[in-house]
Every structure is written in C-alpha cells, then in structure tokens.
C-alpha cells in the first residue's frame, strides 16, 4: 500500500473518531487533509477530485528552488494502531449524551454518562464537565466585568477533574483522548511542565488529534523546548515541527516542511493558507495575495485565514479588493471575529476609524482573545490620537501571545507619541528581537533613538544599517544613514550612503527632494575632493530642476571653473559670475 493510501485510510477512521468525541474541530481539520491527499485518476472520476482542482498552481509557482519536495514514502515512520471501540456496553447512554452534548447542554451530557465506566464514555463525561465549566466561566466575566474586560474568574471544574484525570493515569485507564483533556486541564492550572508531558503521551499514542498538537504547540515557546520533546516519528510529527516553526519565527525552515508534506497533500487548502502565513511574516505580499486568491477559487465561503488576506490588502491599499472581500465575508458569515476584523480593515482603509473599533470591538465580544482584533484596535486608537486606548489594546494584545511583535511595535508608537522616549525604546526592542528582520522596526527604533531626550546617534546609525539589510522597503534607511553621518561630519561615510540611496531610486525611478538632496551634496562633497569631473556630472543634473539647487549647481561650477583655470567645461562657460 503506497504512504498516500495508508494516510488515506488512517485520515478516514480518525474523522469518524474524533467526531464521534464531539472534538469537532480536530475532526474538520483531518477531514480537510483527508481531501488534500491527491487522488489517483486511475481509480476515481473527475467528479471526486472537483474539490481539488486550481491548488496545484499555487504549488508549481511558489515552489522555492532551493527546497525540493519529497514525498513522504521516502522517510521511515512509526506506525500507529488504530485504535478499536471499546463501547458497545454505553451505546445507548453514550448516544444520548452525545446529542444533549451537542446542544450545549453540557451538564445534562455528562448526567447521563455518571455511571458509564468505559473509556470513551469517561472522556466525553469529563470533557463536557470541562466545556460546562468554561461556559460558567464566560458567563461570570461578562456579568462582572463586561464582554471585553479582565476578570479573575476561573473554571471551577478544573480541580476535580484534575484529581479524576490524575489517578486514571496512574492507573492505566486513560485513552488518548483522556490524555489529552488532562494535559488541557493541567495547562489552564499552569502546569506547563506536566502539560506537554501528558500531551506527548497522548500524540504519540493516537496521533491523528490536531487539537492535541495545537495545544503542545502553544507550550513550545522557544527552540530547546520543541528539540526536548520525545516524539514518536509518525508523519503528523511533520505537521506539527511546520506549525511550531511558525510560531517559533523560523519562517524558511516552516516553508520547507509544508513543501515537503505537499509531496503527499498536494491539494491541502490548510497548507496552502499556513505557507501564505510564512510568506507574510517575509512580507511577501505579491505572493501571498496569489495563494489566498486561489483558496477563494477553490473554497469560496472559507473565512478562516482571510483577515491576514484583508492586512495584506490594506498594506497595498487595494480598497476595491478589501470592500469586494468585506462584502464576501459579511455575506457567509458576520458573526465571525475573522469577518468582523476584515470588515474593520476596510472601514479603517477608508479613514472611518470609529466605525473601524466598532468592528473590532464586535470580533472581540465574539472572541475576547482573538489577538489580531486587540492589535488592529490599537492601531485604530493609534489613528484617532486616543493613545491611552491603544496601550491598554496593545496590553491586552500582549497578555494573550508575548510573542506577537506587532502589539510590542503599536506600544513603542503610543509612548513616543505620549513623548516617553525611554518606555517607547523599551518596547521597540522587544519587537525587533522578536520580528529581526523587518526593517520597520529598525526604523522606529533608530528615529526613538534620534530624539532630542536621548539623542544617540551611534545607536540610531546601527539601528538604520539593520534595516537597510532588512530589505527597506520604504527606502528610508540608507538616506537617514547618510544625513546622519553628514550631521557627525563624516563626508566619506555620509557620500557612500548618498550614492548608495542615489542609485536605488534610479533602479526603482523614483524623483523627489531626497534625490536632489542626494546630487548636491555629493556634487559639493566631489567638487571639495577635487574630483571636478564627478562634481560636473552631479552638477549637471541638477540643472535639470527649477528650484534653487540649479542656482546653487551653478555657483558650483562657476567655483570650480575659478578654482581650476584649466576646467573646461560646457556647462560652467553658459554660467558667467
């Protein structure tokens, strides 16, 4: 049997049995990848493949060279029993469960399931107690602090069902799922040690629970944590180091692993979209655009992933794009938070920037931790000169992902806007040793720095010299490099900068004050080294202009006529003193 069948088959039983564990979403998320395992055309009619069709494009253009793919059969993996049923004595009761646990009616769920000793009656019991718990908790912050405030409110299930949990591990009568209810109940208490301990046990034993992964993933906060983690090799494995790269900012090495499981889920719309999440960390937004178009051919009603579709559409200002995608969303589903922070994105793009927070306020009333919302608030309130609003966003932003560079870069803008220098260089740090490579942040720092309360102009040249090798898109970098070094009374260095920024906005045929500024001072800089040639040259296209620089091209080469009898040239002899 080829990896694809075997990947096939095991897919197809663990849809069924997550499912019938009312884990709907590790459920979705294996049937989705069920479907992006590409059929033989031998065996199956072009009606079975309909859903698959356009994602191979994406594939083929966005392919890196560098990377090459190879299908999974090509490595040795452990293999993992299926596990068997072993309920036939609960049926019944399990099934009335089940249908109470799917209407939300979590205690009366696990009433009915109180007597009921088999494994997978105990985990549904026990998980539905958890989700009944976490409901009250939900209820208890709004009716105390309001849908979007902070409250000390707690699941008070946890306790019992951790003793519960606990001896059923110890005695050996936990499933896989058990496993997984107790490393989730042990995270919420803060025991992250145990945690991934018991999440290990419970991937390794039933691989196929990407609920599982995601909550280990989420402990893995650096590096040596990940490399600790004894791992069983079974393909998911793969899904999982590609997903905690991500999260980890290894963005290359995340790509490399989601191109090699393409070797087997060549028509995974969930790769495609976490590639498209890499690409836009690189700010590669040209290609990002393209891949999340194709997910809208292929998956027209999908919301997921699209409000990073609707930051790139903002970041290029593409506001037809952004409405038509608004428009879209609204239309499939508006109570979403991902809707709703895409249709605040248009609003903000279009500078209403209260109906933009109304938007934001309403993803997060739906979800108060959805952290792209609190971020994207923050910049509203950033907009609206409101920067007491946009520190708590941003707060707020940080308490749910330390990681997220963004909410540190929107607090290191709020304080340099409120004048605190100092706080706002604290924050900005935090960003770049996050997000390194975008050279944004070098920027903001190194015009922090340049401030008159701290006025380091060292620190800001290092910090502009990490951007301009950050791929500065902005193009701001190279000529703060050379006014600098100008401003410390470095001709040489400041004359290398302006050459440097000179030439690049001749490669992107840009025109501005910033290149006339460029061509005078390096005339002046040439004509003082006695270079009178290359000052002509400058000189000359400055000529080219209307303001005072062609007054001032004029006085440079009438001086350099005086200073040198024998300087012949055309320009200076139209230019009498």
Same mark, same amino acid.
């Given at each position: ?25 590790? $459920? ?14 031998? @065996? ?45 004595? *609960? ?51 709004? %009716? ?13 299930? #946890?306790?019992? !069902? ?18 997984? #209810?107790?490393?989730?109940? !042990? ?13 290990? %046990? $419970? ?7 990407? /609920? ?11 590096? *040596? ?22 999260? !980890?900012?290894?963005?290359?090495? /995340? ?83 991902? =809707? ?7 609003? =903000? #793009? ?41 520190? *708590? ?10 990681? *997220? ?31 390194? /490579? ?13 401030? +008159?309360?701290?006025?380091?102009? +060292?620190?800001?040249? @290092? ?23 100008? +401003? ?14 000179? %030439? ?12 006339? +500024? ?36 004029? $006085? ?22």
């Amino acid at each position: 049997m080829s990896s694809k069948e075997i990947c096939r088959d095991e897919l197809r039983i663990a849809v069924r049995q997550l499912s019938d564990r009312c884990l709907y979403s590790a $459920s979705k998320w294996a049937a989705e990848q069920l479907v992006g395992i590409e059929l033989d055309p031998v @065996k199956f009619t072009p009606s079975n493949t309909r859903f698959q069709r356009g994602s191979s494009s994406i594939r083929r253009r966005f392919r890196t060279n560098e990377i090459t793919s190879t299908p999974i059969a090509g490595v040795s993996y452990v293999s993992t029993p299926v596990m068997e049923e072993d309920d036939a004595v *609960d049926g019944d009761f399990y099934l009335l469960a089940k249908s109470y646990f799917d209407c939300r009616e979590y205690r009366r769920a696990a009433h009915v399931l109180r007597d009921q000793s088999g494994k997978k009656a105990v985990f549904l019991r026990c998980y539905a107690l958890y989700l009944a718990g976490e409901k009250r908790k939900e209820e208890e912050n709004i %009716e105390l602090e309001g849908p979007l405030g902070k409250s000390d409110a707690a699941n008070k299930e #946890l306790v019992s !069902l951790e003793r519960e949990l606990s001896m059923l591990r110890k005695n050996g009568s936990i499933d896989p799922f058990g496993l997984y #209810l107790y490393g989730l109940v !042990l995270k919420e208490k803060g025991s992250e040690h145990l945690a991934r301990s018991v999440l290990v %046990e $419970s991937v390794n034993s039933y691989p196929w629970n990407w /609920s599982a992964w995601s909550e280990l993933q989420s402990m893995c906060t650096t590096i *040596d944590i990940l490399h600790s983690l004894p791992l069983n090799n079974h393909w998911m494995k793969d899904f999982f180091l590609a997903c905690a790269y991500q999260e !980890l900012r290894m963005h290359n090495e /995340s790509l490399a692993k989601y191109e090699y499981l393409q070797g087997t889920f060549s028509f995974s719309n969930y790769i495609q979209a976490q590639i498209a999440k890499a690409q836009y960390s690189l700010r590669e937004f040209e290609q990002v655009e393209v891949i999340f178009e194709e997910l809208l051919r292929n998956d027209p009603y999908r919301v997921e992933d699209m409000d990073m579709y609707s930051n790139v559409l903002y970041a290029k200002e593409c506001c037809s794009a952004l409405s038509y995608l608004a428009h879209r969303v609204f239309m499939t589903d508006k109570y979403r938070p991902e =809707s709703c922070c895409i249709i605040g994105n248009y609003y =903000s #793009l279009k500078g209403q920037h209260e109906k933009s927070v109304m938007y934001f306020r309403r993803a997060l009333k739906l979800n108060k931790n959805c952290l792209s919302a609190w971020t994207l608030m923050g910049h509203e309130y950033v907009e609206m000169k409101n920067t007491p609003a946009a520190v *708590d966003a941003y707060r707020r932003a940080v308490d749910i992902n330390p990681c *997220d560079y963004r909410a540190w870069y929107g607090l290191g803008q709020a304080y340099e806007m409120m004048g605190m220098p100092f706080y706002a260089l604290h924050y900005f740090r935090k960003s770049v040793f996050l997000q390194p /490579s975008d050279s944004r942040l070098w920027i903001a720092m190194a015009q922090c720095y340049e401030t +008159e309360q701290l006025h380091m102009l +060292e620190e800001a040249i @290092k910090c502009y010299r990490r951007a301009a090798n950050c791929n500065d898109r902005e193009a701001i970098a190279l000529h703060q490099l050379a006014k600098l070094h100008c +401003e410390l009374g470095r001709s040489e260095e400041a004359a290398f900068y302006y050459k440097k920024d000179l %030439e690049r906005m001749e490669a992107e045929e840009r025109d501005g004050p910033n290149t006339v +500024e460029a061509l005078l001072f390096l005339a002046t800089h040439c004509k003082d080294q006695k270079r009178f040639e290359e000052a002509e040259v400058y000189c000359t296209r400055l000529l080219d202009y209307t303001g005072p620089e062609k007054e001032a091209a004029k $006085s440079l080469l009438r001086g350099m006529r005086t200073a040198q009898p024998g300087f012949s040239s055309m320009s200076a002899e139209h230019f009498p003193p």
